[in-house]
């Protein structure tokens, strides 16, 4: 995504195909979350932003957990 695209995401604000998280801190609240974009038609979950489209950042300690969560496969 280009920073433009992200830009304009933000000022539009939430809608259903768009989720701002400033953070999640239970695996389970982020398959809740990709499950219900899932059974929609898809969108984008933004993380590191407020409801109301601050920028909030993550730690590099929570972009690491989170690849993790998002990078397991189970067979």
């Given at each position: 995504?280009e920073?433009?695209?992200l830009l304009?995401?933000?000022n539009?604000?939430?809608?259903?195909?768009?989720?701002?998280?400033?953070?999640?801190?239970?695996i389970?609240?982020l398959a809740?979350e990709i499950s219900?974009l899932a059974?929609?038609?898809?969108?984008k979950?933004?993380i590191?932003?407020?409801d109301?489209?601050?920028?909030t950042?993550?730690?590099q300690?929570d972009?690491?957990?989170l690849?993790?969560w998002t990078?397991?496969?189970?067979?």
């Open positions: 995504m920073c433009n695209e304009d995401i933000l539009r604000g939430e809608d259903s195909a768009h989720q701002f998280k400033e953070n999640f801190t239970s389970d609240n809740v219900a059974n929609t038609d898809g969108g979950i933004i590191g932003v407020s109301k489209g601050k920028l950042g993550l730690s300690e972009i690491h957990r690849n993790q990078s397991k496969v189970k067979r």
